[in-house]
């Protein structure tokens, strides 16, 4: 109710014992929220792209997932490998995204293959990430036509396809490439930034993965 | 929830007599204090960052009408709602009324501190909605019907022993009869119940780490994904955040991201984190296909401004409860409301009033690990000595506290008397108990003496006394 | 005062100096200690350095005095210009004097160390007393689990709390035995009336002292609750 909302800002400029902000005030914050200053940086975001995917690998298995690096052609076989190494059904949800049809999948004659969204009786999902973080191995992942969310919380087994050239130093690096591609404030419905599998402490401050989200992740990081 | 903070000292001998609770508690102290120190060694620029946290809510908090004004803007541009909520009764009201508008059966509730604080649970249960709490440690919580003990960990007080009788009695009639004994199997059979919930579940309610002002996203932080199945499955997402979680850009988000999980449980980044915006978009295979932002206020504003701004910073890690050793002793549940610990003794008594919370912010040494420990660098201390200031101005303060401190002050304020004072009692007290070196019962020190003996003064009286005596001597030589 | 000399100060007690106010500071009372603060502020003039062998003392000179004079500009300056001069006793030793200003002392034994926490937190003392207790002869320190956690001593918490301070310095008191110490040394008065007060409750024979009167060679006296000899 737009009275509550006079109420509450009212309250606040009481406060703060000013008006609506105005004049030079308000050009500051404006031009703050028109080029946002970065923190301190990182040093560990920093690094050569070949370190930066040595180091998101590192963190990523650090964390409870499990990285293979495989070359574009490997992709398809590196999926159906992972699922018999893990005694797992060949069959997978997979999002419907250009990333990944270009992969040949026509190879793989025993996965059968489900594009779409995520179903509560899905056991695998195999989707793209938009960008991988090296600082802390984390997977990200845009929605979109091509990329339901559903698949990322579903299954009980997340396999990531990611390609070396998408992953980047820090947060910084993704919100750069969020902006580059759906415009400098248009984000998609949900961004998930994924670090491992799901997990919780709830119980005894011990940590149990495959709380709610996935039991595994898997990460396919992909050299062209 | 209703508040017992009126009855902190009861709560406390409760706490102390708890073998459980004790046990639990002596895990948390080692545990999340060791976690936090480690991951914050492992990034240089930790200290930096902490800094920059602080002087970023800062910025925010001196700005905050816009800050939320550009955030509405944006929310809406995508069509999406914002609802602004001056009170805990006007929140309830508005979600209620989102909830019937699709005639919501049950709604799947990520963690929501926010959600506790204005009793959002029990006004839906009497509307006919229910509320499943999806997170771990809330579900078993709601499941024993009791309230969070800890802000990121809710049922750190129980052990697995207690988890499994709670699910027995509650998941029997579900067809799971078997009594669990090990950890991940409770994890499952959760999972499993908690499954199905979430995909019958009409509206999604989550709260949020953050707002951000530039992009109107609504960011999550999670370890089990819960919040991203609550906020993706059900055909309608519902935000409960109060003002101050709102914050200027997705660079700031980077770095109060980088302290937070840290001071949390020492992890490099929680498992889930996720920036929600908006309603799905036509073309998207799922999402939520509406949206809704309620912001609450709920006091904060007249915080603003005052000398207790500061608590406005608090981005809700738990640092400061998991390093604080009153905590340590006596758990969450002792401080009687929704926050606990440090930061609790700070904001309790705002949201529900000094009086009523009036033990709170005395119930600290001013050990100062709080704000050692907090990543926006609350001073904690301070904030609880300016509630025992208010108090002592209200005349709150116990009536022996303040003739004791009467009395010490006026002679404080008389060196002479003073001095003559201590003397006396010092070698009165040296009379009776130099042969023993102690006391173990002494009058007007029953809170002393009941668990420990007061040491006799070494022998030369007072420090006045001895200073005296070697001045004359050193005049005399 | 011993320690000082040696190390050549000249040392004064002035007669008018009584409590640093922190009592009625903590308890709410604000008019009190200002009132105790400026009658301290005047007491201390003219001296090159104030030291207290007590690191909540030290704090409260040095860190909370200035913000008790916000709306005095006057006192204020004069409360600054204290802090500046304030020290707690061993980090004056060490960062002011330099540590080889203190002769080496004997203590036959094995000791552990107590962070207080206003010294610890407020002041910086961490490194200080453990640097001047190395150069003891015959005393070897074990450090206990976490020396920095809080004793539970807490001004007047650890009588309108009792039973909360008691759960807090049993703690300690457990992790002052783990480490097999017979000496327990702090340098906050506070914490070592409680933590001996405890220690005597239990029947433990750890000796605890101030750390000074280790440094000064002075470890031949009774010790804090201790009966006298002979």
């Keep these: 109710m737009s009275s509550d909302r006079s109420q509450i800002l009212n309250g606040i400029r009481r406060s703060l014992q000013r008006g609506e902000l105005s004049g030079a005030a308000r050009q500051a914050v404006e031009s703050r929220l028109a080029t946002p200053p970065r923190g301190p940086s990182v040093a560990r975001a920093q690094l050569p792209q070949a370190e930066k995917v040595a180091l998101f690998c590192q963190w990523a298995e650090t964390l409870n997932a499990t990285v293979a690096r495989v070359g574009s052609a490997e992709v398809p076989g590196e999926v159906t490998a992972y699922l018999m190494r893990n005694n797992l059904p060949a069959s997978v949800a997979m999002a419907p995204s250009p990333l990944l049809e270009g992969y040949d999948w026509s190879s793989q004659q025993m996965l059968s293959i489900r594009r779409g969204r995520g179903e509560g009786s899905d056991q695998v999902s195999v989707t793209g990430a938009f960008a991988g973080i090296a600082e802390t191995g984390t997977v990200v992942m845009a929605s979109g036509p091509d990329h339901p969310v559903s698949l990322n919380l579903l299954p009980d087994t997340h396999v990531v396809v990611l390609r070396e050239a998408d992953i980047v130093g820090g947060y910084e690096d993704v919100w750069g490439r969020l902006r580059a591609r759906y415009g400098k404030d248009r984000m998609p419905r949900t961004v998930n930034t994924i670090t491992g599998p799901s997990r919780t402490g709830d119980i005894e401050q011990a940590m149990e993965l495959g709380a709610h989200g996935p039991r595994r992740m898997h990460i396919l990081v992909v050299h062209e | ?477 | 005062m011993k320690l000082l000399e040696q190390a050549g100060c000249t040392v004064e007690v002035p007669p008018v100096q009584v409590c640093c106010g922190q009592p009625a500071y903590n308890s709410g009372d604000r008019a009190t200690t200002r009132a105790i603060a400026s009658q301290v502020i005047d007491a201390f003039e003219g001296y090159d350095a104030v030291v207290a062998p007590s690191g909540s003392c030290g704090g409260m000179l040095s860190h909370h005095y200035p913000g008790l004079f916000d709306d005095d500009p006057a006192m204020k300056a004069r409360a600054e210009n204290l802090a500046g001069r304030s020290h707690e006793l061993m980090s004056f030793l060490v960062d002011v004097l330099g540590e080889k200003k203190v002769a080496a002392a004997r203590y036959d034994g094995v000791a552990t160390y107590h962070d207080s926490c206003s010294g610890l937190r407020e002041l910086g003392v961490k490194e200080q007393p453990r640097r001047l207790l190395d150069s003891v002869q015959g005393l070897s320190l074990h450090e206990m689990k976490t020396p920095e956690v809080c004793c539970g001593f807490g001004g007047t918490f650890c009588v309108k709390y009792p039973e909360i301070s008691n759960a807090m310095v049993s703690e300690k008191s457990a992790d002052i035995a783990a480490t097999g110490a017979d000496t327990l040394l702090a340098g906050d008065l506070g914490c070592l009336m409680n933590m001996a007060g405890k220690l005597q409750r239990e029947g433990s024979a750890v000796r605890v002292r101030h750390v000074a009167e280790v440094l000064a060679g002075m470890g031949d006296l009774p010790a804090i609750g201790e009966p006298e000899r002979g």
């Design chain 2, 1 to 477: 929830m209703e508040s017992t903070a009126h009855a902190f000292k009861t709560n406390v001998d409760h706490a102390l007599a708890d073998p459980n609770l004790q046990d639990s508690l002596a895990k948390l102290k080692v545990g999340f204090s060791e976690r936090r120190r480690q991951a914050a060694e492992r990034l240089p620029e930790f200290e930096a960052l902490r800094d920059r946290a602080r002087d970023i809510k800062n910025h925010t908090l001196a700005n905050l009408d816009f800050y939320l004004e550009e955030f509405e803007r944006k929310v809406i541009g995508l069509g999406g709602h914002v609802h602004w909520a001056p009170t805990a009764a006007d929140a309830r009201r508005i979600i209620a009324e989102l909830c019937q508008s699709v005639g919501a059966r049950t709604v799947a509730k990520s963690k929501s501190m926010v959600a506790e604080e204005i009793a959002l649970n029990e006004h839906l249960e009497a509307l006919g909605i229910a509320p499943i709490e999806t997170d771990l440690g809330e579900y078993i919580i709601q499941l024993r019907n009791e309230p969070p003990s800890h802000i990121i960990a809710p049922a750190v007080h129980l052990t697995k022993d207690q988890v499994a009788d709670t699910f027995l009695e509650h998941h029997s009639k579900l067809g799971f009869d078997k009594r669990l004994t090990e950890r991940n199997d409770l994890v499952a059979e959760a999972r499993y119940v908690l499954r199905q919930k979430f995909l019958d579940a009409d509206v999604g309610l989550t709260g949020a780490n953050f707002l951000v002002a530039e992009t109107g996203s609504s960011m999550l932080v999670t370890n089990e994904g819960n919040a991203d199945l609550s906020n993706t499955l059900p055909k309608m997402h519902i935000v409960l955040a109060s003002i101050e979680k709102v914050i200027p850009t997705l660079e700031d988000a980077a770095v109060l991201l980088r302290v937070l999980a840290r001071s949390a449980t020492g992890q490099e980044s929680s498992a889930y984190t996720t920036l929600n915006t908006g309603p799905k978009r036509a073309e998207d295979l799922d999402g939520p296909s509406q949206y809704h932002v309620v912001l609450l206020d709920n006091g904060r504003s007249g915080v603003l401004g005052t000398e207790m701004q500061d608590i406005l910073r608090c981005i809700r890690c738990g640092a400061c409860m998991n390093h604080c050793p009153v905590y340590g002793a006596v758990g969450g549940h002792a401080y009687g409301w929704v926050y606990p610990g440090p930061m609790g003794a700070v904001l309790t008594p705002q949201l529900v009033g000094v009086e009523e919370a009036s033990n709170l912010p005395n119930a600290s040494t001013f050990c100062g690990r709080c704000e050692s420990v907090c990543p926006v660098r609350i001073p904690l201390p301070k904030l609880m000595r300016h509630w025992r200031e208010r108090e002592f101005e209200k005349h709150l303060t116990p009536r022996g506290v303040r003739q004791g401190l009467a009395l010490w002050s006026f002679l404080a304020r008389r060196p002479a008397l003073y001095r003559g004072l201590t003397s006396i009692a010092n070698r009165v007290l040296a009379l009776f108990g130099r042969a023993d070196g102690r006391y173990s019962a002494l009058p007007l020190a029953g809170g002393w003496t009941r668990f420990r003996d007061f040491p006799a003064p070494q022998p030369g009286g007072t420090f006045h006394a001895q200073w005296k005596g070697k001045e004359g001597k050193r005049k005399r030589a």
